[in-house]
């Protein structure tokens, strides 16, 4: 089945630019859509279609996939933007939906 | 405004057949461009994909899962039911339902429950 690998943890300084990756097998013939999720929380759609905002959502959430990497980038990092993030795809050579092992955003 | 949520019960015993229900509001299950997702996280671990349905009755399953899940839905209450049968202590997690807005497979998940803790023990 397809697998989808994110580094667990990255850490930012407030106000600097945080990117998470996540990787799979040509991942750029996807759709990725990425989750954050805060402790106790539902998880929440930040980024859909690779790189779609829904609404409600800022500006500085932004995203990318080419090749074999999809990327959610964090701009002006906030102290709220602490939480873990999830990228999405789904399989259709399998018939299933596959989430990424999850990154815990750390704001230093 | 959208919602739903998950009800179910908070404890069961391994080998006991689990069922959830998602009640939504705001959207309507016999509308032929939404479906509803079950996704589920162990405590301290990562999101799992579990099943999914649309107004049109076409379902999928998590391979690992398949021979132990059931999706249905119950329109006129609007309704998604969740069977997992032999449950057993890996098996608890946060079990949350989420709304699929548009009738392809690969849309996200735009709105979420609140979820459910289900822990199974003896």
């Known amino acids: 089945s397809y697998v989808l690998t994110q580094p667990p943890s990255v850490s930012v300084a407030p106000g600097k630019t945080a990117r998470i990756t996540c990787g799979g097998n040509?991942?750029?013939?996807?759709?990725v859509h990425w989750y954050q999720q805060k402790p106790g929380q539902a998880p929440v759609l930040v980024i859909y279609?690779?790189?779609d905002r829904p609404s409600g959502i800022p500006e500085r959430f932004s995203g990318s996939n080419s090749g074999n990497t999809a990327t959610l980038t964090i701009s002006r990092v906030e102290a709220g933007d602490e939480a873990d993030y999830y990228c999405?795809?789904?399989?259709?050579?399998?018939?299933?939906?596959?989430f990424g092992g999850g990154t815990k955003l750390t704001v230093l | 405004q959208v919602t739903l949520k998950e009800s179910g019960p908070v404890l069961v015993k391994p080998t006991e057949t689990l069922t959830l229900t998602c009640t939504v509001s705001?959207?309507?299950?016999?509308?032929?461009?939404?479906?509803v997702s079950w996704i589920r996280q162990p405590p301290g671990k990562a999101l799992e994909w579990l099943a999914h349905?649309?107004?049109?009755?076409?379902?999928s399953y998590s391979t690992s899962l398949k021979s132990r899940l059931t999706i249905s839905k119950d329109t006129s209450k609007s309704q998604v039911v969740l069977t997992m049968t032999n449950m057993d202590p890996v098996d608890t997690a946060t079990y949350y339902c989420?709304?699929?807005?548009?009738?392809?497979?690969?849309?996200?998940?735009?709105?979420w429950g609140q979820g459910t803790l289900v822990t199974v023990s003896s």
């Open positions: 989420a709304r699929i807005q548009g009738d392809y497979s690969g849309n996200p998940n735009d709105y």
């Open positions: 279609y690779d790189s």
């Open positions: 705001g959207f309507s299950l016999s509308n032929a461009r939404m479906g």
């Open positions: 349905i649309f107004s049109n009755d076409e379902k």
């Open positions: 040509n991942i750029g013939s996807k759709s």
């Open positions: 999405q795809v789904w399989d259709s050579s399998s018939d299933q939906g596959v």
